[in-house]
Every structure is written in C-alpha cells, then in structure tokens.
C-alpha cells in the first residue's frame, strides 16, 4: 500500500467514524427523552397530528376548520409562511438593488440618503420595527369608512390594505375594484394589517444588507470595464444593466442566498405581531397537546426544507452564470 493510498483510507475512517459518533450521540439523546417523558406519563409520538385542532385559524389560504385536524392547522400555518416569505423574496431583492445601486450614484443627495436608510434599518432591530409598523397600521390609520384613497383602485385603513383583484365573470376575468361600504370593504382583495406589517418590516429590513451585497458586487467589477463600455457609446444606465451587472451577479449571488434564507427564518417573528404562521400554529398546538418535542421538531424540519431547497435553486442559478472555461 503506497503512502497515498495509507492516506486515503485513513481520512475515510475519520468520517465515518465521526458520523457514527454523531448518530450515537442523536440516538442516545432520542432515546433518553423518550424513557424520561415515558417515566413521567407524557405521551409522545406524531399520532395526535391526525386529532381534531379545536381552534381557528384567523387568516387561512385553504380551507380550513376548527375540527380540522392538527397536520391540516400545520398545513395552513406553512402556507402562511410561504404567503410571506417568497413576495418579501422578491420585493426586497428589487428595494435593495435600487438602494444598492444608489449608494454609488453621482448624486451626493441620492448617495447620501441611501447610505442612511442601510444604516438606519440595519441597526434597528428586527422585532422592533415590526413592532412600530403593527402599531401605525393598528393605531395611526383611520377606520374603514375613512379609508385612505391610493390612485382610486387601492384602500388603505385600520382593516388592512384592500387592492384590485381579478375575479371571474361569464364574459372572463375582469378587475374586481374594492371600495369602502360603510364598515367594510367590498371587492378586491384585503391584506390583513399583521401580514402587511410583517411583509413590510421583513422587505424593508432584509433590502437594507441586500443593499450592501449588491454595492459590494458592482465595486468588484474592475472599472475598466465600464470605461470600456463608455467608449463604445453606451451610457451610464447601459453598461451598468449590460456588463458590470451581469459580471457583479457572480459576486451578488452567494451571500444574496443567505439574505433570502435570513428572511425566511424571520419570519417567524410574525407572533409578535399576530400572524398565524407556522410558529404560532406550533405555539398553539404546543399548548393543547403538550407534544412540544413532536412540535418543535417539525417546526425544525420545515425550515430546514426551506433553507435546503432554497440554496439548492441559488446554487443552481449561480451555476449558470459562471464562467466556463475552455
């Protein structure tokens, strides 16, 4: 056996030893919680997900009861989560582009005013600004007859953000318009104030570091680059969207993912502000069943999903805008 060879076979004992120590010590923590919650007469086991709830739900985007039973509660909970997460994806990622971008403009008043909105929104925390957003939306806004006016197709009052709708007739899809009918909104389509103030808290917090990834790309680029872009007659806003950004994006796009996996993660601070997301679902059943373990374990597996499967897009999407050498 050559010396490289004697090498090899070393390292592959390494890993699996380590891995077998890791799944001892899992199986052993397993099998301690369970004889210990067992001992104290605690049931265990994933049965009671197929119990009745007995609570509703306030916001559901599929039916749902409350002699529904738990998975289903879960299930409602996971899409509200979703409902959040993949609009506040791609909002933050267009807020913070522009933010982005704007700290290198020419303009000292544009530079500057971007430069103190990262600053501002990345050192507040999170749960704060949620917290300040749920309370303008609840308080400082007036009722639904008083709604506020936005272009004549939006509303916006104590109920939430009421937009346009597409809604189907015999004749097809047409744009049902909300409109204020005394105290309640008719047409459209209502965003509840604890969704708008999550997804606002989340876009604008999450485009404050998305920012500063995106400036971090652009100044990678040599300068060259778009002098020589000048020179061929391109202007400004041309060579930024055709050659430094295209080149920026293979810089962007790793700790871009990260941004997007934060977002996701936070958005199980919505309990603070009263959105039924996968958390609260949890916090509720954790409650009546006492299954915490159960609980907090398919609390772990879902956003361990998520996370996997949205590196696993992005590092596809990195791949294709790799350089491929020859």
């Known amino acids: 056996m050559t010396r490289a060879s004697g090498r090899s076979w070393r390292a592959v004992a390494w890993q699996v030893g380590v891995i077998a120590l890791v799944v001892g ?6 099998h301690n919680t369970v004889a210990n919650m067992a001992a104290r007469g605690i049931r265990t086991g994933f049965g009671f997900l197929f119990e009745a709830a007995g609570f509703d739900i306030g916001e559901t985007p599929i039916a749902y009861q409350s002699f529904d039973p738990y998975w289903r509660a879960f299930l409602v909970g996971l899409l509200n989560t979703l ?4 609009p ?21 008043l544009v530079r500057g005013l971007c430069h103190a909105y990262v600053e501002v929104v990345r050192n ?4 704060l600004q949620l917290l300040c957003l749920y ?8 009722d639904v007859f008083d ?39 008719e047409g459209g389509v209502t965003l509840s104030p604890e969704y708008v103030a999550l997804l606002v808290g989340l876009v604008v917090y999450t485009s404050a570091f998305i920012a500063e990834v995106v400036r971090a790309g652009l100044l990678a680029v040599p300068r060259g680059q778009a002098e020589a872009a000048h020179s061929l007659g391109l202007t400004r806003g041309q060579a930024l969207r055709r050659i430094v950004l295209p080149q920026a994006l293979r810089v962007i796009v790793p700790p871009l993912t990260g941004q997007y996996l934060n977002l996701t993660k936070n958005s199980s601070l919505a309990v603070a502000v009263g959105y039924p997301e996968l958390i609260s679902v949890a916090n509720t059943t ?28 992005m590092n596809r999407y990195n791949r294709s805008i790799l350089l491929k050498e020859r």
């Open 25 to 30: 010590a899992v199986a052993w923590l397993a």
């Open 83 to 86: 409902r959040v997460a993949l």
């Open 88 to 108: 506040g994806i791609v909002l933050a990622t267009l807020l913070g582009a522009l933010v982005g971008i704007g700290r290198l403009s020419r303009q000292a």
């Open 124 to 127: 507040v925390p999170l749960l």
């Open 135 to 142: 309370l303008l939306l609840a308080e400082g806004l007036p």
């Open 147 to 185: 709604a506020w006016h936005l272009g004549g197709v939006a509303l916006l009052s104590k109920g939430g953000l009421s937009l346009p709708a597409p809604v189907w007739q015999g004749d097809g899809l047409v744009w049902s318009v909300p409109r204020a009918e005394g105290f309640a909104v």
């Open 286 to 313: 954790i409650n009546q069943t006492g299954r915490a373990v159960e609980c907090v374990a398919l609390v772990m597996a879902v956003y361990l999903a998520l996370s996997l499967l949205t590196a696993l897009v």
